[in-house]
């Protein structure tokens, strides 16, 4: 997909690639810029008492997204996206990995915005896709192409500091499918900062969030900071800090660490890295809005296939999490094969869980692809003996 001037806030600046925060210098803004994909993921799975091609563990789907901005007079701009989805009519599939529920053939209007940017500043206020690097608390994550969560309100981003990205804003809703949901009563309130500019080869980057009357009239509030080195010996280390509050009764506060390091070697044509994550027994969750940027979520993400946050493990009842991952990818031909080993300790009755996944991506011409297989065993409601879960995932999808 094309990323121009006007697609995130932050691309106005710097453009986070591949998840890390690695700041790349963006093109020159055009008068208007186009981006679209299409594309399709099968991904059938066992586990839970159903086999393999049984119609509650089938899923497929096309979709298609196509995007438009164009940059207008006197600093504004216009930008839009729709998406849609559909199973094609095969009665054997129950769900549509494009979109969170099983709606099997459905479209949205998944971003609409207005922008306007004078000198270091930019703005933008309508319905938008947030990205990880300044929001990891609530952030739009793609699968299939499509957006998994829109929001709507106002975020304003300014780089008058040297190395510096600053960024405010007030998000009303949350969409899911162009339904949209109100975070509390009055919105989420967030602050964020990344620097790369002040520790050599060193990102430090910091988001606060403030949600008033988040449940009646108690409030939530939240505190993300990290540090990324990478060093031209192809090391990379990374540490991160959470903490989760607020006034609602009852709650207990939740707070987590993690940390990795990681190699790249061969020229750069294998990667391996190490990740240590741990979070207390606490009661508030580490993300709004369905996905989180918490590096120990990937244990919980196996199967959905996103990074979704290691939450509650049996309804309301916390856990204390301990989480191990091991990742290694190698360049093979045509594309990147890569692995994942996970493990994860749960306090109290819950046990342990782990999983594992291999795959292969690769690109013939436009068109992207990807082949994996996921296994995890886990233990998720103290009343219950573990389930093992099996998933094989395939895609492509041409971008434009």
């Known amino acids: 997909m094309k990323k121009g001037l006007l697609l995130s806030v932050v691309a106005s600046t710097i453009i986070f690639a591949g998840g890390d925060i690695a700041p790349v210098e963006p093109a020159a803004p055009a008068s208007s810029d186009f981006w679209g994909q299409i594309g399709f993921r099968y991904q059938p799975q066992s586990g839970n008492s159903q086999t393999w091609g049984s119609r509650g563990n089938n899923s497929f789907s096309v979709a298609a997204v196509l995007g438009v901005e164009k940059q207008l007079d006197y600093g504004f701009g216009v930008g839009a996206e729709v998406a849609g989805w559909t199973n094609l009519g095969i009665k054997h599939i129950a769900a549509n990995p494009a979109v969170l529920g099983n709606q099997l053939n459905d479209g949205e209007l998944s971003q609409l915005y207005l922008t306007y940017t004078n000198g270091n500043t930019a703005v933008k206020i309508g319905r938008q896709a947030l990205p990880k690097a300044v929001s990891p608390w609530a952030w739009s994550y793609r699968s299939v192409g499509v957006i998994d969560n829109s ?111 990681g190699k790249s070697f061969n020229e750069g044509n ?36 996103s990074g979704d946050a290691l939450g509650a493990l049996s309804g309301s009842t916390p856990a204390t999490q301990n989480v191990v991952r091991l990742n290694a990818d190698y360049k093979v031909g045509i594309g990147t094969a890569y692995g994942e080993l996970a493990y994860a300790n749960y306090g109290g009755p819950f046990g342990h869980a782990w999983g594992t996944r291999l795959g292969y991506k690769f690109k013939v011409g436009s068109v992207d692809a990807n082949v994996e297989y996921r296994y995890a065993n886990y233990k998720n409601h103290p009343t219950l003996s573990s389930s093992k879960m099996q998933r094989v995932r395939v895609e492509a999808y041409y971008k434009f």
């Open 151 to 261: 929001f709507e309100g106002v975020v304003v981003a300014n780089t008058s500091l040297p190395g510096t990205t600053l960024a405010a804003a007030w998000i009303r809703n949350s969409v899911q499918n162009n339904k949209a949901s109100h975070i509390g009563r009055d919105g989420l309130f967030m602050l964020a900062g990344i620097n790369k500019s002040w520790v050599p080869n060193t990102t430090l980057s910091m988001s606060a969030y403030y949600v008033p009357n988040y449940s009646g009239s108690k409030n939530v509030y939240s505190l993300w900071t990290s540090a990324e080195s990478k060093f031209d010996s192809g090391i990379s280390t990374g540490l991160q800090l959470v903490y989760v509050g607020g006034r609602v009764t009852a709650k207990k506060v939740t707070w987590g660490a993690a940390a990795y390091i």
């Open 270 to 305: 294998g990667n391996v890295k190490l990740t240590l994550a741990h979070a207390n027994k606490g009661s508030y969750t580490m993300n709004m809005g369905g996905t989180s940027a918490f590096w120990g979520d990937a244990l919980g993400g196996f199967l959905k296939g």
